[in-house]
């Protein structure tokens, strides 16, 4: 079984269309982020979700709307999408709000907006 | 604000070279961690280090945290086309809320 999972794998859609990405985790973990990596590999966290609860929000512009209906998803929706979120999105859950823990991430979802 | 800085950005070698990839932060770190991604796959935990001055060797993979715990290597002992990939250092949010701070990556490429 998948740890992390996440869906679509690619989405490819046109410009100012709204799209959802879903995630979920069978890893029985707390938290839960959306993080962005673009074309040149730099990874950023978006999200983070700690037992359905918004833990972290960084300068995300307010078109990526993240849902948590429960702590194994969290999804993201992005409204109006722009030539610039083309990148990959990778989910990633980790064991507890806490300093030494590993994230463990799914397989992303590469978004190309045309 | 607190930054992972990792280099060299690229590094291409012949099969069979080693290779070291450094990365220093702006900040004393309670711990850092490795991961690798290969060509068009995920994030992949490889090691965490905790303690100053902390060595961890994985097979071919050598780990080093440095003594003031602000710096942190990998080192690849005759690289082989399977480490091909992208190797990420990452520190925890000096500020908690259990957020890592990735360094920008060192793309590795082996040429058999």
């Known amino acids: 079984d998948t740890a992390v999972s996440q869906t679509p794998k690619y989405l490819v859609t046109q410009m100012g269309n709204d799209k959802s990405i879903k995630c979920e985790q069978n890893?029985?973990?707390?938290?839960m982020y959306w993080y962005k990596q673009d074309s040149k590999k730099f990874l950023k966290i978006m999200f983070s979700?700690?037992?359905?609860?918004?833990?972290i929000n960084e300068t995300v512009p307010n078109r990526f709307s993240p849902k948590s209906p429960d702590k194994a998803h969290l999804n993201l929706h992005i409204n109006s999408l722009e030539l610039g979120d083309s990148a990959v999105y990778f989910c990633?859950?980790?064991?507890?709000?806490?300093?030494?823990?590993?994230?463990?991430f799914g397989q992303g979802t590469r978004l190309t907006v045309v | 604000g607190q930054q992972v800085m990792q280099i060299p950005q690229y590094q291409h070698v012949q099969e069979g070279e080693d290779f070291t990839t450094y990365c220093n932060s702006s900040?004393?770190?309670?711990?850092i961690q490795w991961y690798k991604q290969r060509p068009g796959g995920h994030p992949v935990f490889l090691i965490q280090?905790?303690?100053?001055?902390e060595v961890k060797k994985q097979k071919r993979l050598t780990f080093q945290f440095g003594e003031a715990k602000k710096n942190s290597s990998l080192h690849i002992t005759a690289t082989q086309t399977t480490d091909v990939g992208t190797y990420f250092c990452?520190?925890?949010?000096?500020?908690?809320?259990?957020?890592?701070?990735f360094g920008a990556g060192t793309r590795l490429a082996v040429h058999p």
């Open positions: 990633a859950s980790s064991r507890y709000q806490g300093l030494n823990t590993e994230a463990f």
């Open positions: 890893l029985g973990h707390d938290t």
């Open positions: 979700y700690n037992n359905k609860e918004l833990i």
């Open positions: 900040t004393t770190l309670s711990n």
């Open positions: 280090l905790v303690k100053s001055g």
């Open positions: 990452a520190g925890p949010f000096s500020g908690g809320y259990n957020k890592l701070i």
